[in-house]
C-alpha cells in the first residue's frame, strides 16, 4: 500500500511524537523514582508547557487525519487494526491532554510566557481527573508501543513507511 503524507501531516506527526513520548517517559519517571525536587518540579513544567502546546494543534492534526485519502490494500483486517490504532490513539491523546489540564492545582504556566488559570478550584475534582490522566497515560504507553510495533512490522514486509513519514 502506497501512502502520501502532506508536509504539515509529517510535521504535526513528528512533533506529537516527540512531545508525546517525551511527556510519557519523563511523566513516569517523575511519578516511579524519587527525583530531587528540583528536576521533578522542571520535568513538570516543561510538561505542562509542551503539552499547552499541543492542544491547539490537535484540531489541526484531526482535521489532518480527516483529510488524508485512504489507499486500498487489500488486507481488510489488518486496515481496520491500523484505523482502530490510530483512533485509539487519538481519542487518548485527546483525554490525556484534556485530564492533564483539569487536574491542574495550579495556574497553568507555558514556559513562563503565558499563564493560565487554574481550571478546577475543588481538590476532589482535580484529584479525580488527576487519576484519570494517570489511567489515560498508561493506555498511552501501551498504544505507543503498539504504534512503533506496527511501524518495524511494516518495515519488516517491505513497506518503507518511515521513509514517507520523513520531511
Known amino acids: 500500500m502506497?501512502?502520501?503524507?502532506?508536509?504539515?501531516?509529517?510535521?504535526?506527526?513528528?512533533?506529537?511524537?516527540?512531545?508525546?513520548?517525551?511527556?510519557?517517559?519523563?511523566?513516569?519517571?517523575n511519578a516511579l523514582y524519587s527525583l530531587p525536587a528540583s528536576v521533578?518540579?522542571?520535568i513538570g513544567f516543561i510538561n505542562v508547557s509542551l503539552t499547552a502546546l499541543l492542544i491547539p494543534l490537535f484540531a489541526l492534526?484531526?482535521?489532518?487525519?480527516?483529510?488524508?485519502?485512504e489507499m486500498d490494500s487489500g488486507h481488510r483486517g489488518l486496515c481496520l487494526l491500523a484505523k482502530t490504532g490510530h483512533l485509539l490513539l487519538y481519542i487518548v491523546t485527546a483525554l490525556t491532554l484534556i485530564t492533564g489540564v483539569l487536574m491542574m492545582?495550579?495556574?497553568?504556566d507555558i514556559f513562563g510566557l503565558v499563564q493560565l488559570p487554574q481550571p478546577?478550584?475543588?481538590?476532589?475534582?482535580?484529584?479525580?481527573?488527576?487519576?484519570?490522566h494517570k489511567y489515560a497515560c498508561?493506555?498511552?504507553?501501551?498504544?505507543?508501543?503498539?504504534?512503533?510495533?506496527?511501524?518495524?512490522?511494516?518495515?519488516?514486509?517491505?513497506?518503507?513507511?518511515?521513509?514517507?513519514?520523513?520531511?
Not at 501512502?3 to 511523566?27: C, E, K, N, Q
Not at 492534526?61 to 488524508?68: G, S, T, V
Not at 498508561?138 to 506496527?150: C, D, F, R, W
Not at 511494516?154 to 513507511?161: E, L, P, R, S, T
Request: glycine share 4%; hydrophobic share 50%; net charge positive.
Open 2 to 29: 502506497t501512502r502520501h503524507y502532506s508536509r504539515l501531516h509529517v510535521l504535526l506527526h513528528w512533533t506529537f511524537a516527540t512531545i508525546i513520548i517525551w511527556a510519557t517517559l519523563s511523566g513516569f519517571a
Open 40 to 42: 521533578s518540579n522542571a
Open 61 to 69: 492534526r484531526i482535521l489532518c487525519a480527516l483529510d488524508r485519502r
Open 105 to 108: 492545582e495550579r495556574p497553568v
Open 120 to 132: 478546577l478550584q475543588d481538590p476532589a475534582l482535580t484529584r479525580f481527573f488527576n487519576t484519570q
Open 138 to 167: 498508561i493506555v498511552m504507553a501501551v498504544l505507543i508501543v503498539g504504534h512503533i510495533g506496527a511501524v518495524i512490522a511494516h518495515h519488516v514486509c517491505g513497506d518503507k513507511i518511515l521513509k514517507r513519514m520523513s520531511l
